[in-house]
């Protein structure tokens, strides 16, 4: 059984009167805090007839209602886009493992649900990059070696490579932390597999973009060869508007033509929903949190942020 948020129950008048021209509005990690995402739907009075949802992925996993999560945002239709994520890329190789999952594992209400299969099939056709006329967004980040043509063309294969008949046996090659460098050279699973890992894992790299995967800390915590991806000298996608998720302890941040929008739901931080207009508008509600954070996110915990309405 669905929640169903209170803008849905509103009647027409007042939902017209709430948004008169459509609205978008990108929103950082849920991971099956389904609850939370509903209150802040209510924060921004969203109009699911008028107004687009950009979800920067991690809908699923370490919450408590990835299922409830999936089903909402896969029941808004074109209302909703979601770039895949890590933890979506996670469940979509679990739903190909022979085992069936651990109970206690928070992705299992997914992998044992009736409608599972319709779900794995919704998911793995959701995108790795989407864009508009003004705004990108991924979920992780870009090597500096990729501009929005190659950006568009690596998402591409990718995408087809997750959609196609044989899914399931690059799913089961997908993990590994090798190659760690772009090349033009890289062919096969390798160099899906870069592409999957830049779109969904990647926040440090070097100045050369080498990909860092043992460094997750706030900004100063990386060792001093290592810089965040969007501050790579000479990126070529730096006259690009990346909306982008996944970094929790680096909190929310404007910079470099970047908008980081994932701000802790799950550990107790906030939920952003960033208003895509000129200038952007931030809205933020606190959540309560259902996993206990590591030190690092502790030291980089915005401040609450009360939405403007």
């Given amino acids: 059984m669905i929640l169903t948020p209170r803008f849905l129950s509103l009647p027409c008048p007042f939902q017209e009167r709430c948004t008169k021209a459509m609205s978008i509005y990108a929103i950082g990690d849920i991971q099956g805090c389904f609850d939370d995402l509903l209150r802040l739907l209510d924060t921004i009075a969203f109009n699911e007839h008028s107004d687009q949802l950009w979800f920067a992925g991690d809908l699923?996993?370490?919450g408590p209602k990835s299922l409830e999560t999936l089903r909402f945002v896969k029941s808004l239709g074109a209302a909703a886009i979601t770039v895949l994520g890590n933890h979506d890329m996670h469940l979509l190789a679990a739903s190909c493992a022979e085992k069936s999952a651990n109970?206690?594992?928070s992705l299992s209400q997914v992998l044992d649900a009736p409608d599972r299969n319709d779900l794995i099939d919704w998911l793995r056709h959701r995108p790795l990059f989407h864009f508009n006329n003004h705004f990108c967004l991924v979920h992780a980040g870009l090597p500096p070696q990729w501009d929005f043509k190659t950006t568009q063309k690596m998402a591409l294969i990718a995408e087809e490579t997750l959609r196609s008949a044989n899914y399931r046996l690059f799913l089961k090659q997908m993990y590994g932390d090798k190659p760690n460098i772009w090349?033009?050279?890289l062919k096969g699973i390798g160099k899906r597999r870069f592409i999957i890992n830049c779109f969904t894992r990647m926040r440090y790299c070097d100045a050369n973009g080498r990909l860092d995967f043992s460094n997750n800390g706030p900004l100063g915590s990386q060792p001093k060869n290592l810089m965040p991806w969007f501050d790579v000298p000479n990126r070529k996608s730096a006259d690009m508007r990346i909306i982008f998720g996944h970094w929790s302890s680096l909190g929310y941040y404007e910079g470099s033509n970047c908008y980081a929008i994932d701000t802790g739901c799950l550990w107790g931080g906030q939920l952003t929903a960033l208003k895509l207009?000129?200038?952007?508008?931030r809205f933020s509600i606190d959540c309560p949190?259902?996993?206990?954070?590591g030190k690092p996110y502790l030291l980089a915990k915005a401040p609450a942020v009360l939405p403007a309405l």
Wanted: aromatic share 0%.
């Fill in 103 to 105: 109970k206690k594992d």
């Fill in 60 to 62: 699923v996993n370490r």
């Fill in 183 to 185: 090349s033009t050279n």
């Fill in 289 to 293: 949190g259902v996993k206990k954070p």
């Fill in 277 to 281: 207009t000129e200038p952007v508008e």
